[in-house]
Antibody, heavy 119, light 107 residues
């Protein structure tokens, strides 16, 4: 049973970069796609982007070029960086596994971490 | 983006009830639809994908149907563990979009 766990700062200042890591255990990151999804009261659930083990990535165009997703197969981890954050980026951030395309069928999720953007 | 509209937003029901939640897409998504269940403070859990395929380990009291623009999630006999919020998610048109959720609460 694969398990995912998000980690990173819970408080980020406006205009700074949000950084999170997802650690994968119980399975190899060299299969499937690995995604980030966020949930806020205002926007609901929103897919952010994905990576695979080769480092092929894609992200939601609504986030423009603020998103960077990378993978570290040696640590079985993948990460998210979201730059120039504002209060609108305050949300619970989840990492998840997608077995189909990276933006489709999320069959395993981390517990989520609330990130607040505030000074 | 494809808009996903769920109805109702909130549903009050009793244990043993048959419950139906509807999800409508603003354009055809064929059968590229998934349903998730979320409990307070927890991550969503995949219930159904490809509109009607039950995820492994999900009770058979859950079923999904539909194609094109209209979809339903049915719980044939509501159990205490089923009180939660349910979301549909289309993955036909990139980048995918979620519905706003339907909360199933105790009547």
């Amino acid at each position: 049973q694969v398990q995912l766990q998000e980690s990173g700062p819970r408080l980020v200042e406006p205009s700074e970069t949000l950084s999170l890591i997802c650690s994968v255990s119980g399975g190899s990151i060299t299969s499937y796609y690995w995604s980030w999804i966020r949930q806020s009261p205002g926007k609901g659930l929103e897919w952010i982007g994905y990576t695979n083990y080769l480092g092929s990535t894609n992200h939601n165009p609504s986030l423009k070029s603020r998103v960077t997703i990378s993978v570290d197969t040696s640590k079985n981890q993948f990460s998210l960086k979201l730059s120039s954050v504002t209060a609108a980026d305050t949300a619970v951030y989840y990492c998840a596994r997608d077995r189909l395309s990276g933006w489709s069928t999320f069959d395993s999720w981390g517990q989520g971490t609330l990130v607040t953007v505030s000074s | 983006d494809v808009q996903m509209t769920q109805s109702p937003s909130t549903l009050s029901a009793s244990v043993g009830d048959r419950v139906t939640i509807t999800c409508r897409a603003s354009q055809s998504i064929r059968t590229w639809l998934a349903w998730y269940q979320q409990k307070p403070g927890k991550a969503p859990k995949l219930l159904i994908y490809k509109a009607s395929t039950l995820e492994s380990g999900v009770p058979s009291t859950f079923s999904g149907s539909g194609s094109g623009t209209e979809f339903t999630l049915t719980i044939s006999s509501l159990q205490p563990d089923d009180f939660a919020t349910y979301y549909c998610h289309q993955y036909h048109v990139y980048p995918g979009t979620f519905g706003q959720g339907t909360k199933v609460e105790i009547k």
